[in-house]
């Protein structure tokens, strides 16, 4: 089983930054990809950023040069640095990992969730 949780959100100005964590915890897992995703009231699930275990990373063309994911592979960590935020950026951001991981003699892989948290960027 992996645990995920996030911290780091809150209200910030237009222009501002925030940094966003997410700690995964658990026993005998392996992370492939961690990530976020993000959602605003009355909107669909919005993808936001990737990054694999070998460090490749990717993210939506409405953040591209503004936010900056990052992992710390020891901490079973993965960082999003949010700068120039925006109003439009204001949602409730999920973490999320592809993970392999023991239960008793075999070996599963599935996608794990966060509960979220919030971002509020004010005008």
């Known amino acids: 089983q992996v645990q995920l949780v996030e911290s780091g959100g809150g209200l910030v100005q237009a222009g501002g930054s925030l940094r966003l964590s997410c700690a995964a915890s658990g026993s005998a897992f392996t992370i492939n990809a961690m990530g976020w995703y993000r959602q605003a009231p009355g909107k669909q699930r919005e993808w936001v950023a990737t990054i694999t275990s070998g460090a490749t990373t990717n993210s939506a063309d409405s953040v591209k040069g503004r936010f900056t994911i990052s992992r710390d592979n020891a901490k079973n960590t993965v960082y999003l640095q949010m700068n120039s935020l925006k109003p439009e950026d204001t949602a409730s951001y999920s973490c999320?990992?592809?993970?392999?991981?023991?239960?008793?003699?075999?070996?599963?892989?599935?996608?794990?969730w966060g509960q979220g948290t919030q971002v509020t960027v004010s005008s």
């Open positions: 999320y990992a592809n993970a392999r991981y023991r239960l008793g003699s075999s070996t599963y892989e599935r996608d794990y």
